[in-house]
């Protein structure tokens, strides 16, 4: 599981904070390299995130998932490595899309060095 397989949601979960938010969750190990490394990695992250929105779309979400229907579909991504420029740019670009159709994106960093060292 992790960004690099677009045919899979990694995980989902329900928060008891904000339990009407489902919670689509893809986690990418890559690391970020020069402009033409960021230029694939980008294209590798379009894929996945394009998999999780035919997810939802489809309605496929509300027979995989009990629970989901009602829900607010947030897709967040669980970055090991800070953000260049250029995904910076492109986050935003997801972010503003997909909330102007009614689903939520969030990038979080997760700095941890035992998941990179392994």
Known sequence: MSVTNPKVIDFW????????????VMTDHLEWG???E????????????????????SGEIYTEIP?????????????LYELPAQAEYFMARVTET?????IGFEFELRVDERIRNM
């Open 34 to 36: 020069d402009k033409a």
């Open 13 to 24: 979960g329900i928060s008891k904070e904000a339990p009407n938010d489902l919670l689509l």
């Open 67 to 79: 629970g989901a229907y009602g829900k607010y579909p947030i897709i967040r991504i669980i970055g």
């Open 38 to 57: 960021q230029g694939e990695h980008l294209l590798v992250l379009q894929e996945k995130i394009n998999s999780y929105i035919a997810f939802i779309e």
């Open 98 to 102: 997909l909330n102007d159709v009614g």
